[in-house]
């Protein structure tokens, strides 16, 4: 099978890319290497992607409608795993129009050339923060999702919808799947295991938002990736029980289907710093803030309807995954 992966140089995409080419798949990667972080962390992970037999590169930004063009006329993908994205809540906040560029306008590039191509099936990446200021808990797929509280959200929710009008318009099979927390090894310099990390053994403070009455459905990297693997390997079919007058949110009678994929364990924050500090020997000081904008209280995934479809159950408890990154961590900063 021949797979299209937007966003490989990313954290999820460079471990995507890996599964896929170890089990003998043929990959193409693109990333446009911005710098959104530290680069040198995705040349890094790139570097390693190059490394391996039936992998090729190309360096292409999604919202260019004529680099995508030429990149689907050029090859045929069975499939497309589409990673690529303007990421994070906080950064939503301050420019706004790096989602609007990558998230809309890309991921309309992106499924036009899906559907002009014919593809097999496209999974694609969308988030827990769709669940914006729900509280009942754990987040099921078949609740509402139209209160979004960051930008970055509001993007990932269109994602659905849009994905869902190719689907009903075209056949195009699609599938979404709402991460939640992922965490691991080659992580993102912008989210808590690389954050705290860095404060913790340099001895600066960490900061705490809403005092430390948070929770989040932290997923191990490698276990979010076989899940994913797993669904891009079951194209989205018509539901056949899909009854229009009392409508599933999360199926269609288009080949349509959104998924939680998380652990289905939510962690106390405070007890999650306290697990990362003693993966890495060294504790430092919590200074309490109030909450941001934009950021949620809690997260908790109900994964009942990907474990049913596809038998995912996630196997990675949070110390060891954090055991894992913190040797990582050591390694990589060489700390």
């Not at 680069?39 to 995508?68: C, M, N, S, W, Y």
């Not at 923060?129 to 078949?142: A, D």
Request: with cysteine; proline share 5%.
């Amino acid at each position: 099978m021949t797979v299209l992966v937007t966003g490989c140089a990313g954290f999820i995409g460079f471990f995507a890319c890996k599964a896929l080419l170890a089990r003998g798949d043929t990959v193409v990667g693109i990333d446009n290497l911005n710098d959104y972080y530290d680069v040198r962390l995705k040349h890094d992970r790139l570097t390693q992607l190059q490394a391996l037999p039936g992998f090729r590169f190309e360096q292409i930004d999604i919202a260019d409608v004529a680099a995508i063009t030429r990149l689907f006329d050029g090859s045929r993908f069975s499939a497309v795993l589409h990673l690529a994205a303007q990421a994070g809540v906080r950064y939503s906040l301050v420019n706004p129009a790096a989602y609007t560029h990558s998230n809309l306008i890309g991921f309309a590039n992106v499924i036009e050339a899906c559907r002009r191509t014919n593809v097999g099936h496209l999974v694609y990446a969308s988030t827990s923060s769709v669940y914006g200021g729900n509280r009942k808990l754990p987040f099921s797929e078949t609740d509402p999702v139209d209160h979004p509280v960051s930008f970055y959200a509001a993007t990932k929710k269109s994602n659905e919808l849009m994905a869902h009008s190719y689907s009903h318009l075209f056949g195009l099979p699609t599938t979404g799947l709402r991460y939640f927390t992922v965490y691991g090894p080659w992580g993102r310099p912008d989210m808590s295991p690389m954050l705290f990390a860095n404060a913790i053994v340099a001895g600066r403070p960490i900061e705490v938002f809403n005092h430390g009455d948070m929770t989040r459905d932290f997923t191990y990297v490698e276990d979010i990736v076989e899940g994913t693997i797993r669904v891009l390997d079951q194209p989205a079919t018509p539901d056949p029980s899909f009854d229009a007058l009392s409508p599933d949110a999360a199926t269609s009678a288009a080949p349509w289907r959104i998924y939680n994929i998380g652990n289905h364990r939510s962690v106390n924050l405070l007890t999650y710093i306290e697990t990362l500090e003693r993966a890495l020997g060294k504790s430092t000081e919590k200074i309490l803030k109030p909450m941001q904008d934009g950021d949620v209280k809690d997260t908790y995934a109900d994964t009942a309807r990907l474990r049913a479809a596809v038998g995912y159950a996630p196997s990675t408890p949070l110390a060891e995954g954090l055991e894992r990154f913190a040797a990582w961590f050591r390694t990589y900063d060489g700390r």
